[in-house]
């Protein structure tokens, strides 16, 4: 498994895929903040201890936690627990705006609809004029 940032996450012992993503998308956020892991840990009242193991995925993040990791870092909590980088950087840029939502359900439900077959002339003489 790849990490956000392209690199090969550490193993913690006992670490499973799903806490080896979280935490290193935290710890990314956190960098990208240029926020230290004592720095946020000081932030949420919590030790640093903890956000480390939370960030090597030596332990899960319970729910609560990660939506105060979300807030403290300006963060969508949904954009911790996305595959990939460009899901979570599309998931932050929608959050919170009903606009850009509805914008992109838009788009993609203009996706899911089939291409035409052959294209109909007004199609192949608007594509020829450019």
Same mark, same amino acid.
């Given at each position: 498994?790849?990490? #956000?940032?392209?690199?090969?996450?550490?193993?913690?012992? *006992?670490?499973?895929? +799903?806490? %080896?993503?979280?935490?290193?998308? &935290? @710890?990314?956020?956190?960098?990208?903040?240029?926020?230290?892991?004592?720095?946020?840990?000081?932030?949420?009242?919590? #030790?640093?201890s903890?956000?480390?193991?939370?960030?090597? *995925?030596?332990?899960? +993040?319970? %729910?609560?936690?990660?939506?105060? &990791? @979300?807030?403290a870092?300006?963060?969508?909590?949904?954009?911790f627990?996305?595959?990939?980088?460009?899901?979570?950087?599309?998931?932050?840029?929608?959050?919170?705006?009903?606009?850009?939502?509805?914008?992109?359900? %838009?788009?993609?439900?203009?996706?899911?609809?089939?291409?035409?077959?052959?294209?109909?002339?007004?199609?192949?003489?608007?594509?020829?004029?450019?």
């Amino acid at each position: 498994m790849t990490a #956000p940032n392209g690199a090969s996450p550490t193993r913690a012992a *006992g670490a499973n895929e +799903v806490d %080896l993503l979280v935490g290193s998308r &935290i @710890a990314d956020a956190r960098r990208s903040s240029g926020l230290s892991v004592r720095e946020l840990a000081r932030a949420l009242g919590w #030790p640093p201890s903890t956000l480390n193991n939370y960030e090597t *995925g030596r332990r899960p +993040v319970p %729910l609560d936690r990660l939506f105060a &990791i @979300a807030e403290a870092l300006h963060q969508p909590p949904a954009a911790f627990l996305v595959a990939t980088p460009e899901e979570a950087e599309v998931i932050t840029a929608i959050a919170g705006d009903i606009e850009k939502c509805l914008q992109i359900r %838009l788009v993609l439900a203009a996706l899911d609809e089939p291409l035409p077959e052959e294209p109909t002339e007004e199609l192949q003489s608007k594509s020829c004029q450019r």
